[in-house]
């Protein structure tokens, strides 16, 4: 008899980006309005979903990875796309995105090598860290908008951990300090764990568990001490798997993905 399969609504590759002769410090985003409203401002890791005929490729939730942020979203462009996504995972609001405000300076030779070391090299070194199983109760959704119907969401997110040497880590701070920001999604930032502390910034999504996590495992205690929004859980549920298809749509009912039969068809 085969095992009930898990519902849940889609599945994400995430990464953690951060120096890795120093973990506490990370590459972040802040979401801008146009975003999911729960979690406008809130700090969330680079990355992105399996769903959408662009992801039909990506093979397994690593390729998610490294096609979101190394082919996508790490860019001196802005995104003609924002929020089409969302949309399509039934998370989106009507409100159009607000790209930062900005000084868009032209990219010399330089910058452009140097952001293409630091994909190459993310996508060399990312590591599985681990998957969750994202929860968020619909009273978040409500909580930052009353007219909100979205109902509870969950889904699975698989992370994977990039640790960048010190002389491509200083390349990232370098190009974060002169554009102000990498994302063509939302507005990239670099924060220690002091940082976060001192600030009180909050995570979206439930990557502030996963954040804790990673912190603890790297032996910072004080990262217990970070705010986690209330409604939202986090369950660690496995490492990555190998495959989407078959690895995870055996063991998960995903109502959100690619259309794979269209994509065997064209081949």
């Known amino acids: ?3 009930v399969k898990r519902a ?3 599945i994400a590759g995430i990464c953690i980006i951060y ?5 506490s410090r990370a590459f972040l985003e802040t979401k801008t309005p146009g975003y999911t409203k729960a979690f406008v401002g809130s700090y969330c890791l680079m990355g992105g979903n399996w769903i959408l005929q662009a992801a039909a490729n990506d093979g397994n939730t690593r390729g998610t990875v490294i096609r979101e942020v190394c082919r996508e979203e790490l860019s001196f ?3 003609l796309e924002g929020g089409v996504e969302l949309k399509a995972l039934g998370l989106g609001d009507d409100t159009p995105y607000e790209w930062p405000k900005e000084v868009r300076i032209p990219p010399t030779q330089f910058d452009n090598w140097a952001l293409d070391q630091i994909k190459i090299t993310i996508s060399g070194v990312a590591q599985p860290f681990g998957d969750y199983i994202l929860s968020v109760d619909k009273s978040v959704f409500a909580a930052a ?6 109902e509870s969401y969950t889904g699975l997110a698989s992370y994977f951990a990039a640790g960048l040497p010190d002389n491509v880590w200083d390349l990232l701070e370098r190009l974060q300090n002169k554009f102000g920001n990498l994302s063509n999604e939302s507005r990239s930032f670099i924060a220690s764990l002091d940082d ?4 009180q910034l909050r995570g979206s999504w439930g990557h502030d568990r996963v954040l804790r996590d ?3 495992s790297h032996g910072l205690a004080t990262a217990e001490l970070l705010p986690l929004v ?3 859980t986090a369950e660690r549920v496995h490492m990555p798997l190998a495959t989407y298809d078959p690895d995870y749509l055996s063991r998960y009912d995903v109502a959100k993905k690619p259309d794979l039969t269209s994509n065997l068809a064209a081949k």
């Open 196 to 199: 976060l502390l001192t600030n």
């Open 145 to 150: 908008d009353p007219d909100s119907k979205k």
């Open 1 to 3: 008899m085969n095992a």
């Open 77 to 79: 462009e802005k995104s």
């Open 230 to 232: 209330p409604g939202i």
């Open 214 to 216: 990673f912190f603890l």
């Open 19 to 23: 120096k890795a002769s120093d973990p």
């Open 8 to 10: 849940i609504n889609n």
